[in-house]
């Protein structure tokens, strides 16, 4: 069973850039593809973007394409979401999630989350 803690969150203007991270517990970690997710007030919660079990592929939503990046060190049990370029419609709270199997874009094929991170760009 692999549980999840998100952190890194914080206030930043827009243009700047942060970096979570997904610290995860448990011996199976490196068996699990991670999501992460943002939900903004009033909103779904939205896909973006995935990390495969090894690293060695991943996928992003549309909107944070060519700003984002994910990575992964699964000796250290973590990874990561850098955000750069950021923009005021990023705020949002943030969580990772993780799943056996293949990277999804939908939140109910993961079962496992974190308690989520607070992001927020101001303009």
């Known amino acids: 069973q692999v549980q999840l803690v998100e952190s890194g969150g914080g206030f930043v203007q827009a243009g700047g850039s942060l970096r979570l991270s997904c610290d995860a517990s448990?011996?199976?970690?490196?068996?699990?593809?991670v999501g992460w997710f943002r939900q903004a007030p009033g909103k779904e919660r939205d896909f973006v973007g995935g990390?495969?079990?090894?690293?060695?592929?991943?996928a992003y939503a549309d909107s944070v394409k060519g700003r984002f990046t994910i990575s992964r060190d699964n000796p250290k049990n973590t990874v990561y979401l850098q955000m750069n370029s950021l923009k005021p419609e990023d705020t949002a709270i943030y969580y990772c999630a993780s799943r056996p199997g293949v990277v999804r874009s939908t939140a109910y094929h993961y079962d496992t989350w974190g308690q989520g991170t607070q992001v927020t760009v101001s303009s």
């Open positions: 448990g011996r199976t970690f490196s068996s699990v593809s």
């Open positions: 990390i495969t079990r090894s690293g060695g592929n991943t």
